[in-house]
């Protein structure tokens, strides 16, 4: 067992001042192709969804961001949005873009071989950007449904060159401080082909853009067995590894809680990130969640994320990289497994509890959140209306 006191200066700052940004539609009801299920409570508007997202930041004191999805997040007024999550303790973050559910987008956006989709699909992006510069976001993420379902459907080369083009409209459009975050996803819901299907692809573009342009990992979105923290370790290398989105998998894109299938590949993927410095708050690497939560209560799902995130961290901080550099310049293979393994083995939670207490929060986020009585006031409150769900 560790404590806060183990820790030196430098290891307990990075801890003390990490911050995880929260995903918006987290807490709408979500689900499959076959079934969305309702949850009582669940928020009908922007405004609710922000005060659902500051519940997490008042009981973990690491999550004072949250994202927004256009359009599922429209609203009349935007600095009014801003100033509701101000009064809530929390931020305006990232802008995400939604080009995938129009029927216009049937077969694709950005990449679309018919001029007025593309141009629809472009100019949802400058629209985002207006949203950023109300909102006070400095970034711009863009994941895209866009590829085919068949060998000849369409040419990927064309596609490609449709793709580069639209990139280049909207970077072209962004302020200096607004940097372009680019999303991959190696398939669905495209099926032969996916436009931007790897970290490879992502950098290619994001390279031929300029400096503002990142890329956005999310944990999912890879092949079984891939090694994401090779794929870490190569955008920084390249100085374009711009966020994570981080969750869970266990087949394929499943937004489930981070870490829950796997969480020592989560400590190793942390375990890079400390090795190059980017966990701390400068370092440009912003670290979100993009979780749906289908069948648990979302403000206890995002709520275990954070403290998930948070415990892979503390870990990764505790490797004794002197042992481990030493271990490795002398080919002990067994001997630098096992420095690894013994800081993944130690139990983080007591200095986590301390840290929470040293910042005036409950050592229990997930017992103090059940007691505070906030799930009944909102299921009480949110009755009548629209719930916010599935693609809104």
Known sequence: MV?????????????????????????????TRFRVFATPGTPRNAFEKISDAAQVHKFTGVTPRVSLHIPWDMVDDFTELREHAAAEGVQLGTVNSNVFQDEDYKFGSLCNSDEAARAKAVKAHLDCLEVMR????????????????????????????????????????MDDDQKLLLEYKFFEPAFYHTDVPDWGTALAHCLALGERAVVCLDTGHHAPGTNIEFIVVQLLRAGRL???????????????????????????????????????????????????????????????????????????????????????????????????????????????????????????????????????????????????????
């Open 242 to 392: 711009g966020a994570f989105d981080f969750n869970s998998r266990y087949y394929a894109d499943d937004d489930l809680i981070v870490g829950a299938a796997d969480p020592f590949q989560l400590f190793r993927i942390m375990h890079e990130l400390v090795g190059f410095g980017a966990v701390d708050k400068d370092s440009g690497v912003n670290f979100m969640l993009d979780q749906c939560h289908n069948l648990e209560a979302k403000i206890p799902g995002e709520i275990l994320s954070a403290l998930n995130v948070q415990e892979a961290t503390a870990k990764a901080l505790l490797v004794d990289r002197e042992a481990l550099a030493a271990a490795q310049k002398a080919h002990d293979v067994i001997g630098a497994n096992q420095v690894l393994m013994d800081a993944y083995s130690t139990d983080v939670r007591p200095l986590l509890r301390e840290l929470r207490e040293e910042k005036g929060i409950d050592p229990d986020p997930l017992a103090a959140f059940a007691a505070s009585g906030y799930p009944a006031k909102i299921e009480a409150e949110r009755v009548g209306g629209q719930q916010a769900g599935w693609g809104a």
């Open 3 to 31: 404590t806060l006191a183990d820790l030196t200066p430098e290891q307990r700052r990075l801890l003390a001042e990490q911050t995880i940004e929260l995903p918006s539609w987290a807490f709408g009801n979500s689900g």
């Open 134 to 173: 109300a909102t006070g976001s400095d970034t711009l993420k863009i994941w895209l449904g866009d590829g085919t379902n068949y060998p000849g459907q369409d040419s990927i080369a064309a596609r490609q060159e449709r793709l580069a083009d639209s990139l280049a409209q909207i970077y072209a459009a």
